[in-house]
């Protein structure tokens, strides 16, 4: 199919994060914040994301398989120009937890691509020359800026809405060989870049909120971000007086996967404590005597000394009524649940998993054991 691709990529990263090779959870911290804003940003303007490329993000527009559909190359300028203005929240974010600031760059072109499906999980990628292309073109923008390939270019340009954007051409565009250069435009809104409307807060509010369809325009909609961010503190509130209770332990051996996850239930007011050695996590647990303590357990299936099997059954000798999920990259559902006692489904998750489906599995099994859990605190 032919659609449109976005590449989002930090800029000396690397460099960053060298002050940081100590603190694991430093490191992760810094890259989810960056990460997860963009990849809902993304979505907000109906982009499906296909990886996490460490410091960059990789996404297409099923939209725009049409290219007649002016309203669908709207969107994709809209959100590359929601990701920019995005560029002072995101760093408020990042120094209000002691982080270095990011810079980034945005590339998209548009050509045809391969949609390929994994076998084992509902995972997507994309393979072709305009994914090559729109990478490569990436390191052209300026910081905090965007670049489109000529092949996007000649599409937007006859559409009505380009009046409200300034295009120029980058002299020299992009070499392929054979004196062959593809032609690379800037692009840049000419909309009020003044983004004071949209303070850390609403950021904070737009990893939470199910209405996140509601914010298209960043600096524009300051009133309605400020309403859709009292209902989201109202629900919490809500939330947090029928969670505050609720004790998770998370084991998993990668640093930056436990903080997402971390973070992912952090965020929805649940007390969560993490571990990326197994072994520690089974001291801790039998510490606080877990039967009446943890209301949930969240294993990694692959860890070193101690792998997520061997703690699922240790813990379930211990304390048989505490509850155990497992999240795994291995496709061995079938397998766990045929051999775990009281494990189903409903208690496996497969890696790498969106925050949404996530939250969702975690409240499901915790939702399905309230009663369990009313007894196990009385």
Same mark, same amino acid.
């Given at each position: 199919?032919?659609?449109?691709?976005?590449?989002?990529?930090?800029?000396?990263?690397?460099?960053?994060?060298?002050?940081?090779?100590?603190?694991?959870?430093?490191?992760?911290?810094?890259?989810?914040?960056?990460?997860?804003?963009?990849?809902?940003?993304?979505?907000?303007?109906?982009?499906?994301?296909?990886?996490?490329?460490?410091?960059?993000?990789?996404?297409? &527009?099923?939209?725009?398989?049409?290219?007649?559909?002016?309203?669908?190359?709207?969107?994709?300028?809209?959100?590359?120009?929601?990701?920019?203005?995005?560029?002072?929240?995101?760093?408020?974010?990042?120094?209000?937890?002691?982080?270095?600031?990011? *810079?980034?760059?945005?590339?998209?072109?548009?050509?045809?691509?391969?949609?390929?499906?994994?076998?084992?999980?509902?995972?997507?990628?994309?393979?072709?020359?305009?994914?090559?292309?729109?990478?490569?073109?990436?390191?052209? +923008?300026?910081?905090?800026?965007?670049?489109?390939?000529?092949?996007?270019?000649?599409?937007?340009?006859?559409?009505?809405?380009?009046?409200?954007?300034?295009?120029?051409?980058?002299?020299?565009?992009?070499?392929?060989?054979?004196?062959?250069?593809?032609? $690379?435009?800037?692009?840049?809104?000419?909309?009020?870049?003044? @983004?004071?409307?949209?303070?850390?807060?609403?950021?904070?509010?737009?990893?939470?909120?199910?209405?996140?369809?509601?914010?298209?325009?960043?600096?524009?909609? !300051?009133?309605?971000?400020?309403?859709?961010? /009292?209902?989201?503190? /109202?629900?919490? !509130?809500?939330?947090? /007086?029928?969670?505050? @209770? @609720?004790?998770?332990?998370?084991?998993?051996?990668?640093?930056?996967?436990? &903080?997402?996850?971390?973070?992912?239930?952090?965020?929805?007011?649940?007390?969560?404590?993490?571990?990326?050695?197994?072994?520690? +996590?089974?001291?801790? &647990? $039998? /510490?606080?005597?877990?039967?009446?303590?943890?209301?949930? $357990?969240?294993?990694?299936?692959?860890?070193?000394?101690?792998?997520?099997? !061997?703690?699922?059954?240790?813990?379930?000798?211990?304390?048989?009524?505490?509850?155990?999920?497992?999240?795994?990259?291995?496709?061995?559902?079938?397998?766990?649940?045929?051999?775990?006692?009281?494990?189903?489904?409903?208690?496996?998750?497969?890696?790498?998993?969106?925050?949404?489906?996530?939250?969702?599995?975690?409240? *499901?099994?915790?939702?399905?054991?309230?009663?369990?859990?009313?007894?196990?605190?009385?």
């Amino acid at each position: 199919m032919n659609c449109c691709i976005g590449f989002v990529d930090m800029v000396n990263s690397t460099k960053a994060i060298a002050e940081m090779v100590s603190d694991p959870h430093k490191m992760g911290k810094y890259y989810a914040i960056f990460i997860n804003t963009m990849a809902i940003l993304a979505r907000n303007y109906g982009a499906k994301i296909i990886k996490n490329a460490g410091d960059a993000l990789i996404f297409y &527009f099923p939209e725009t398989s049409d290219s007649s559909n002016e309203g669908a190359f709207k969107e994709i300028l809209e959100c590359f120009t929601t990701m920019i203005l995005a560029h002072d929240i995101i760093n408020r974010k990042l120094h209000s937890e002691n982080l270095p600031s990011v *810079s980034y760059r945005i590339s998209a072109d548009y050509g045809r691509v391969e949609v390929a499906t994994s076998t084992s999980s509902k995972g997507e990628d994309l393979f072709g020359s305009a994914m090559n292309i729109c990478a490569k073109i990436n390191s052209m +923008a300026e910081l905090n800026g965007i670049v489109l390939g000529g092949n996007l270019y000649q599409i937007i340009k006859s559409f009505s809405f380009i009046k409200g954007y300034e295009f120029r051409e980058l002299r020299g565009g992009y070499s392929m060989g054979f004196n062959h250069k593809y032609p $690379v435009y800037t692009a840049l809104s000419n909309i009020n870049n003044n @983004t004071d409307g949209l303070n850390i807060n609403n950021i904070n509010h737009l990893f939470r909120s199910n209405e996140i369809s509601k914010i298209k325009d960043i600096g524009a909609k !300051q009133q309605s971000s400020q309403l859709l961010l /009292q209902e989201s503190q /109202q629900k919490q !509130q809500q939330q947090q /007086q029928q969670r505050y @209770t @609720t004790n998770i332990m998370i084991v998993d051996d990668e640093p930056d996967t436990l &903080f997402t996850y971390e973070w992912f239930l952090s965020e929805e007011g649940y007390n969560v404590e993490g571990f990326t050695d197994p072994q520690e +996590a089974l001291k801790r &647990f $039998v /510490q606080l005597e877990a039967s009446s303590y943890y209301q949930l $357990v969240l294993l990694d299936i692959r860890m070193p000394r101690l792998n997520g099997l !061997q703690l699922f059954n240790t813990i379930k000798a211990i304390s048989p009524d505490t509850k155990i999920m497992f999240c795994s990259a291995l496709d061995i559902a079938k397998e766990l649940v045929s051999i775990l006692h009281d494990v189903n489904y409903d208690f496996i998750i497969r890696k790498p998993v969106e925050r949404e489906y996530f939250i969702n599995k975690i409240n *499901s099994a915790l939702n399905n054991s309230n009663h369990h859990f009313e007894s196990s605190s009385a």
